[in-house]
C-alpha cells in the first residue's frame, strides 16, 4: 500500500503570547516540533505499510526549517519525504494549504491512502483533512481509531461523540487519525545514522513542481480568511467569595450554573 | 497586498535588522540578496518597524465579489436519526441577531430522511424558511451525499453566511462544502458580529485557546463558520410559527458514496473523569458514604462525573480510578465543584486548569481557595441539600 502522512510543525509550546503593541505573536524561544497529532497518524501508517508491504512518504508544507520534522518522520520509519516550500505558499489559510497539499499529492502515483492528525496545536482548526479529501475528489472519515486492510478496501473505527462506527471505505481515500490511539515509535538511532540528513530521502517541491500554475491559488493570495488581529483571552482570575445564609450561597450557586449553561 | 523588498536599498546592517524584527524568522540574508521565505505570516511587521521604504507593502488586483447577490443566513440543521442537535438552536439564536443587522432572512437547512416532525420543531425557533432534502438515502451522515446535496442548495440560494455547530457532522461537512465553493471556513468560533457589508467577523481561539483570532472573509461567499455547542443562546420558542417550508428534489446522481457503514454501537455514558465535561471532587470533609448519596444526587442533577481526593479513594470508598491529582488523573472539566477538599497542592495539580473551579469548604483559610474562581465559604451539609433543592424547581419551570 502506497500511503501518504501529513505532518506539521507547529511551535514547541502551545503557551505563546500577543505583543500588546504590535499585536504579533510571541514565540517563546522554544523550538518547533512535530504536532504531536500527527505523530499518531504516523504510527498508524507505520503499521499499515509493515501490514501490506508498503510504503510511507510524509510530506509537510512550511517553511524550509520543516525539514526538521521530515527527518525525524525518516528516523521513526517513513520512506520517503516531500517538503512543500516556496515563498508563494506562505501566509496560507485552510482552504489554500489543503489545495496546495492536493497539488503535490497529485504529483505522485498510485496513491492508496492519506492520513491526516486530528488536529494541529497552533492554527488548531481539523480541517485541512476534509479539505484537502475534497480538492482530490476523494472519500475522507474523522475520528479514526483503528484501520485494517479488507481486501481492496480498508475496514475503520471511528470514534464519534455518542456512538462508535464501524464501516468500509474504498482506496483511495483520506483518514483522519484521533489521538492517543497508539503509542508512537521513537525515532531509530540506526535510521538516524543510516540517513543522516537525508539527502536522498527528501525531496523539494516548489511553485515550479506543481500542476496548476496559477499563482493566485496559492498562499496569501489562494486564501480566503483574512486575520484581522489576534489578541489574548480576558482571563477570569479573579475569585468572588460566596457567603451568607445557605440559601443565599445555593440561591448565588445556581445563577452562577446558569449563567455558565451548567443547567 | 504582497510585500516587496526594494533591494537597492539594502546594506548589511539593514539586512540584519530585517532578519532580526521578523518574529517567524522568514527573512533570510545570504550571498548579499535580502530574501523573504515561506515562514512569512505576513504580519507586516518588517513593514511597519523595519527601516523605513525597504520592505514596502505593494497593493495588488484582487478581484472582488458582489456581496449583494448573496443573501440571508443559514444555519445547517445538525440532524442525526432525526434527533436536532441543540447546538442547532443555539445558532438560529445567534443568526436571528446577525440577520437583524443586515436585514436579511434566517433560513434553516435539513437533510435526512421523515424530516416532517423535526422540522416542525425547528420551525418554533423562529425562522423564516426551512429547506429540506427528504430521502431514503440521506437517512445517515454519509459526507459525500450531503456535500452534493449542500451544493445544490447552495447554488440555488446563494446564501452570505453559513453556520454550522461544530460536532463530528459539521467538521466533516463544513470543510468539504468550503472547499468545494473555494471559499473560507472559520473553525469553532466563540464569537460572531455582522458587519453592515454583510461581513461575518468571527473570533476563534488557537493554540489551545491561549490566543483570540479575528477573521472575516470579506472577498468570498459564502461565509462559513463553526461553533461549538453551548457557546450561544438557544431563543425562546415560538408558539405560533411562521415559517415556511421548502421541500427540494434530490437527485440520484447526489447520492454515489464510497464508505458503507456495517455497525453503529451508541456509547455509554462515559466513564473516564478525565473525559468528563462536570466533575464533583468529594474530599474528605464528606464524611461517610451515606452522606456520597447527596452527593450523588447533585452530579445527576447537573450530569457531572464524580472525583475525589487522594484519602477519600485510599479509604476505599470510591475506585481508584476517580482520584484526581499528582498519583490520579489530570482533569480539564469545564466545571469542577470541590466539596470538602482542603487543596493541598497534589490535589489542585490535577485540576487547576478546569475552566471554571467552585469550592465549598467551612474553613475560609483552605488552600482550595486560592485556585479557586468561586470560593463558597460555607458547610457542605447545609448547602448542598439547598442547592438540590434549587436546581430541582429551576428544572421543573423550564
Ligand atoms: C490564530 C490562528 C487562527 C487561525 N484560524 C484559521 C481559520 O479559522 N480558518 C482558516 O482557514 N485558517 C486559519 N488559520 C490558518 C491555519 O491554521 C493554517 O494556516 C493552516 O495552514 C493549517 O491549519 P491548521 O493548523 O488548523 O491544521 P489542522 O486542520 O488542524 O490540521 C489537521 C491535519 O492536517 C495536516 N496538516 C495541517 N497543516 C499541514 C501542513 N502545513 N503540512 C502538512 N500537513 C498539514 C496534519 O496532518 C494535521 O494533523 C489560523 C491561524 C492562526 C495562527
Ligand atoms: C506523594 C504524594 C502524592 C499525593 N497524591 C495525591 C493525589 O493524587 N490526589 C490527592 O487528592 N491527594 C494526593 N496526596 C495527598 C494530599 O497531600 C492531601 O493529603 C489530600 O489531597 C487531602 O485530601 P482532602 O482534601 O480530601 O482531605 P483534607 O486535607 O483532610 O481536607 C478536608 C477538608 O474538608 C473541609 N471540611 C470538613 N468538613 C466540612 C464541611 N462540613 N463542610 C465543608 N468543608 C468541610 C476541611 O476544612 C478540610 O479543608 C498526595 C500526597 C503525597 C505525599
Redesign the interface.
Known amino acids: 500500500m502506497n500511503i501518504i502522512v501529513c505532518i506539521k510543525q507547529v511551535?514547541g509550546t502551545?503557551?505563546?503570547?500577543?505583543d500588546p503593541v504590535?499585536g504579533?505573536?510571541?514565540?517563546d524561544g522554544v523550538q518547533s516540533k512535530m504536532n504531536p497529532y500527527d505523530l499518531y497518524a504516523l504510527e498508524t501508517g507505520l503499521q499499515l505499510k509493515e501490514k501490506s508491504n508498503g510504503k510511507v512518504t510524509v510530506i509537510s508544507m512550511?517553511?524550509?526549517?520543516a525539514l526538521a520534522v521530515l527527518k525525524e518522520a525518516i528516523y521513526m520509519g517513513a520512506d520517503e519525504g516531500i517538503l512543500i516550500?516556496?515563498?508563494k505558499?506562505?501566509?496560507a489559510?485552510?482552504?489554500a494549504t489543503?489545495?496546495t497539499i492536493s497539488q503535490a499529492i497529485n504529483t505522485i502515483d498510485d496513491v492508496d491512502l492519506i492520513l491526516t492528525g486530528k488536529q494541529t496545536?497552533?492554527?488548531?482548526?481539523?480541517?485541512v483533512?476534509?479539505?484537502t479529501?475534497?480538492?482530490l475528489n476523494l472519500?475522507?472519515?474523522?475520528?479514526v481509531t483503528n484501520v485494517e486492510i479488507k481486501n481492496d478496501k480498508l475496514?475503520f473505527i471511528s470514534n464519534?461523540?455518542?456512538?462508535?462506527?464501524?464501516?468500509?471505505?474504498?482506496l483511495p481515500?483520506l483518514l483522519c487519525i484521533e489521538g492517543e490511539i497508539n503509542t508512537p515509535r521513537l525515532p531509530s538511532y540506526k535510521r538516524k545514522v543510516k540517513f543522516g540528513s537525508c539527502e536522498n530521502q527528501i525531496k523539494i517541491m516548489s511553485f515550479e513542481d506543481m500542476k496548476d500554475q496559477n499563482e493566485n491559488n496559492y498562499g496569501?493570495?489562494g486564501?480566503?480568511?483574512?486575520?484581522?488581529?489576534?489578541?489574548?483571552?480576558k482571563k477570569?482570575?479573579?475569585?468572588?467569595?460566596?457567603?451568607g445564609t445557605?440559601?443565599q450561597?445555593?440561591?448565588d450557586?445556581?445563577n452562577?450554573?446558569?449563567e455558565?449553561?451548567?443547567? | 497586498?504582497?510585500l516587496k523588498i526594494n533591494h537597492n536599498l539594502v546594506n548589511e546592517e539593514i539586512a540584519k535588522t530585517l532578519v532580526d524584527i521578523c518574529?517567524?524568522?522568514?527573512i533570510e540574508y545570504h550571498n548579499n540578496k535580502l530574501?523573504?521565505?515561506?515562514?512569512?505570516?505576513?504580519?507586516k511587521?518588517c513593514v511597519?518597524?523595519g527601516p523605513a521604504g525597504v520592505i514596502e507593502l505593494v497593493k495588488?488586483e484582487i478581484k472582488t465579489i458582489n456581496k449583494n447577490e448573496w443573501k440571508n443566513i443559514v444555519v445547517y440543521a445538525d440532524i442525526e436519526e432525526n434527533k436536532v442537535h441543540p447546538v442547532t438552536y443555539e445558532l438560529i439564536g445567534k443568526a436571528r441577531e446577525l440577520a437583524q443587522v443586515i436585514n436579511h432572512e434566517v433560513h434553516v437547512l435539513a437533510i435526512g430522511y421523515n424530516l416532517n416532525q423535526t422540522v416542525d420543531k425547528i420551525l418554533h425557533y423562529g425562522v423564516d424558511k426551512v429547506f429540506t432534502y427528504d430521502h431514503e438515502k440521506l437517512k445517515h451522515f454519509d459526507?459525500?451525499r450531503y456535500?452534493n446535496v449542500f451544493e445544490d442548495f447552495i447554488n440555488k440560494n446563494k446564501p452570505s453566511s453559513i453556520l454550522f455547530g461544530a460536532?463530528?457532522i459539521g467538521?466533516?461537512l463544513?470543510?468539504?462544502i468550503?472547499?468545494?465553493f473555494?471559499?473560507?471556513?472559520?473553525?469553532?468560533c466563540t464569537a460572531l458580529e455582522m458587519k453592515e457589508n454583510t461581513d461575518l467577523?468571527q473570533i476563534r481561539?488557537?493554540?489551545?485557546?491561549?490566543?483570540?483570532?479575528?477573521?472575516?472573509?470579506?472577498?468570498?461567499r459564502p461565509q462559513f463558520c463553526t461553533a461549538r455547542y453551548?457557546v450561544f443562546d438557544a431563543p425562546e420558542k415560538t408558539i405560533n410559527p411562521t415559517g415556511e417550508i421548502i421541500n427540494c428534489p434530490v437527485k440520484d446522481k447526489w447520492l454515489k458514496?464510497?464508505?458503507?457503514?456495517?455497525?453503529?454501537?451508541?456509547?455509554k455514558k462515559e466513564e473516564d473523569i478525565s473525559e468528563s465535561e462536570?466533575i464533583i471532587a468529594i474530599g474528605r470533609g464528606v464524611k461517610s458514604k451515606e452522606d456520597f448519596n447527596l452527593v450523588f444526587e447533585l452530579a445527576d442533577?447537573?450530569n457531572a462525573s464524580i472525583g475525589c481526593t487522594r484519602p477519600v479513594a485510599e479509604a476505599g470508598l470510591l475506585n481508584s480510578k476517580h482520584q484526581i491529582g499528582l498519583s490520579g488523573k489530570t482533569v480539564k472539566p469545564?466545571?469542577i465543584i470541590t466539596l470538602g477538599v482542603s487543596g493541598a497542592i497534589q490535589f489542585t495539580s490535577g485540576m487547576k486548569d478546569a475552566e471554571?473551579i467552585?469550592a465549598v469548604n467551612n474553613d475560609p483559610a483552605a488552600q482550595i481557595?486560592d485556585i479557586?474562581?468561586?470560593?463558597?465559604?460555607?458547610?457542605i451539609y447545609?448547602?448542598v441539600p439547598?442547592?438540590i433543592?434549587?436546581?430541582k424547581e429551576?428544572?421543573s419551570n423550564v
Open positions: 511551535p502551545s503557551n505563546v503570547k500577543v504590535t504579533v505573536l510571541i514565540r512550511g517553511p524550509p526549517a516550500s516556496d515563498r505558499f506562505g501566509g489559510d485552510v482552504l489543503a489545495y496545536t497552533d492554527g488548531d482548526t481539523g480541517q483533512g476534509p479539505e479529501a475534497e480538492f472519500p475522507h472519515f474523522g475520528y475496514q464519534l461523540e455518542t456512538k462508535v462506527m464501524k464501516a468500509n471505505i474504498t481515500c496569501l493570495k486564501s480566503a480568511t483574512q486575520v484581522e488581529k489576534i489578541f489574548q483571552p477570569t482570575t479573579d475569585r468572588l467569595v460566596l457567603q445557605k440559601e450561597m445555593a440561591k450557586l445556581l452562577i450554573l446558569r455558565r449553561k451548567f443547567i | 497586498m504582497a518574529p517567524f524568522k522568514a530574501s523573504i521565505n515561506a515562514g512569512c505570516k505576513n504580519c511587521i511597519k518597524k495588488e459526507v459525500e456535500t460536532t463530528h467538521r466533516s463544513a470543510p468539504r468550503a472547499a468545494r473555494k471559499t473560507g471556513l472559520t473553525a469553532d467577523v481561539p488557537a493554540f489551545g485557546g491561549n490566543i483570540m483570532a479575528q477573521i472575516v472573509n470579506s472577498n468570498h453551548k458514496t464510497r464508505v458503507e457503514i456495517l455497525e453503529i454501537i451508541n456509547k462536570i442533577l447537573l469545564k466545571l471554571c467552585i481557595f479557586a474562581h468561586f470560593a463558597v465559604f460555607g458547610d447545609e448547602i439547598e442547592l433543592k434549587n436546581i429551576e428544572k
